[in-house]
């Protein structure tokens, strides 16, 4: 997209991974940001299923969980927790091998288990949901993983250590962050970003763009009617107009909207 | 004319309906049989996690020394015994020894299940057409259904980890054994069947001295691919979370990292060259007979 202009508009662009090579095409007028946050309440961080959290009400925290690496015990050593991180090769990758560190995971009794692919991850979260088992791990949201077993975000119990640990340590390779420190995960900023020929060409689009801001809740909800119902696009399109008229008619004029009313 | 245009396919809610029924219906079988299919694999999965700590807890002179001297003992080979010795130093030295040890772990484990299921598999096969025919298809879907297809239900089943990372390694590297043997003992000589009754053979002795010695060199090429095809396994054995050599291949595929990849892929090409070769002398020994037959 920054390079060929195509596509014209990059929906949901998830900009930690880009931010660099974006800031460039933004501060040259290559690219423009349409509006930011098109979904609210996203983000990445280590979860536990809801049945955990019932049974275990005092762990409130990322660092109480630390605590009892006995929980979640590893199989191939049931002395240690097992905690899932994130594939092999993917950038969260790095940011959760870093906080393994900064948390001295190894020295609380945790082994950091690489599930090597999201097919794997996704396999290990569903497996231990449908048993009944305890589960901690990095995942995000929203996806449909996390909206169809309620799964819950633990807070870290430690403040945001600044982008200064994070961009310069946490999210880079092992060796090039010597002294990592506890944090919360960096907050998740998300774009819907556009190309220069489409916003000099399609404003009215663009006014739809600005205002298409979806809660979080309710993409959560969407895409675990998708994977519920095998639905595709076009499918769960028409069942979010249906379902939730009351949001997208405020996106469009009054006019464009009745129109669309009416076509469904 | 709508029936000519357009394919007849099922309604779009049947066919969703029937997906979902697949999907839930797994999910219950998983719900209900999931801890006893895990508890029957326990045993294999509790020999793997130990063999593989017996590997790296052993110190790597003796790993070093037992490697050169399997591969004298299969091959009679100094030249071949002393590049397996210094392959495994580079690898080492490169610092790549914990997961070449448990890829070594995971792979002759898995060769070793392959071969001893794939060959009587093979037998079967081979005296009788009707099995054959059952089994042929069956060979065919393990070697081109696209992996993940099935190993996202064995997840699911099992978890990740090393157990099933040898299901998804012996599915796609037993067929070769299979079908080898089977066309070996195919090949094999009516007459010399025909002789081999005539002096009175049984069952036994026919398999044993006559069939499976004339079929080795077809049987051998199939240890070979297997062992190939198990190690070409390794990085999709770690997408599950397989620990070894293709943990650091996925991480330098997706990272751009050059050096890696290149170092730990070629480790795995270093193990498949000594499995391979050691198994093909210690075959060719076996086939002495073929030479000359001054010895037999």
Same mark, same amino acid.
């Given at each position: ?264 | ?21 697949? *999907? ?73 020894? *914990? ?176 499995? *391979? ?20």
């Amino acid at each position: 997209m920054n390079e060929k202009g195509q596509p014209d508009v990059a929906a949901e662009l998830w900009i930690n991974a880009v931010r660099e090579p974006l800031n460039v095409a933004m501060a040259e007028g290559r690219l423009h940001s349409a509006v930011k946050g098109p979904i609210t309440d996203l983000g990445e961080g280590w979860w536990i299923p809801p049945f955990t959290a019932e049974k275990h009400p005092e762990l409130k925290t990322v660092l109480d969980i630390l605590d009892h690496p006995e929980l979640f015990p590893d199989k191939e050593d049931p002395s240690k927790g097992a905690f899932i991180g994130c594939p092999a090769g993917w950038g969260c990758q790095l940011s959760n091998i870093n906080l393994f560190r900064a948390f001295e995971m190894e020295k609380k009794g945790w082994v950091l288990i690489d599930p090597g692919s999201q097919a794997g991850l996704d396999g290990s979260m569903i497996k231990a949901n449908e048993r009944g088992d305890n589960w901690f791990g990095y995942y995000w949201a929203p996806t449909s993983m996390i909206g169809k077993y309620g799964m819950k975000l633990m807070p870290f119990g430690v403040p945001f250590a600044g982008s200064e640990n994070w961009d310069g340590c946490i999210a880079k390779a092992e060796q090039d962050c010597d002294d990592p420190k506890p944090s919360a995960w960096t907050a998740s900023e998300v774009h819907t970003v556009v190309t220069d020929r489409f916003k000099k060409k399609a404003s009215v689009a663009m006014d739809y763009l600005a205002k298409r801001v979806v809660p979080g809740s309710v993409m959560g909800a969407m895409l675990v009617f998708m994977e519920e119902e095998q639905s595709d696009g076009p499918d769960a399109a028409a069942e979010f107009m249906s379902r939730h008229e009351d949001l997208w008619m405020q996106w469009v004029p009054a006019d464009v909207a009745a129109a669309v009313k009416a076509s469904l | 004319m709508g029936f000519f245009d357009k394919f007849p396919a099922m309604e779009r809610a049947d066919l969703r309906d029937l997906k979902k029924g697949i *999907d839930s219906s797994f999910k219950e079988f998983s719900r209900s049989w999931g801890e006893s299919i895990e508890a029957f694999f326990d045993p294999l999965f509790y020999f793997l996690v130990n063999f593989e700590k017996l590997l790296l807890s052993t110190p790597w002179p003796i790993i070093i020394s037992i490697v050169a001297g399997l591969s004298y003992w299969g091959s009679r080979s100094w030249k071949l015994s002393a590049g397996a010795a210094i392959s495994f130093l580079f690898i080492g030295y490169l610092g790549m020894w *914990d997961n070449t040890m448990s890829t070594v772990a995971l792979i002759s484990v898995a060769t070793f299940i392959c071969i001893a299921l794939g060959i009587p598999i093979g037998v079967a096969m081979s005296k009788s057409d009707r099995l054959q025919s059952t089994i042929t298809p069956v060979l065919d879907i393990m070697q081109t259904i696209p992996i993940f297809v099935y190993l996202l239900p064995v997840v699911m089943l099992l978890g990740i980890g090393k157990v099933p990372g040898l299901i998804a390694v012996c599915v796609y590297a037993m067929p070769p054994i299979v079908r080898l043997t089977n066309l070996g003992l195919r090949l094999v000589d009516k007459e010399i069947l025909e002789a081999a009754d005539a002096f009175g053979s049984n069952y036994r002795q026919r398999l044993f001295s006559v069939q499976l010695p004339l079929a080795l060199p077809n049987i051998f090429a199939g240890v070979n691919q297997t062992i190939m095809m198990a190690l070409a396994m390794v990085v999709i054995a770690s997408m599950i979370g397989v620990k070894g050599l293709g943990v650091p291949v996925l991480q330098s595929i997706q990272n751009q990292y050059l050096a890696l990849g290149m170092m730990n892929g070629l480790a795995i090409v270093a193990l498949a060259i000594i499995f *391979d070769r050691v198994s093909q002398k210690y075959g060719k020994r076996l086939q002495r007979h073929r030479e000359g037959g001054s010895d037999v």
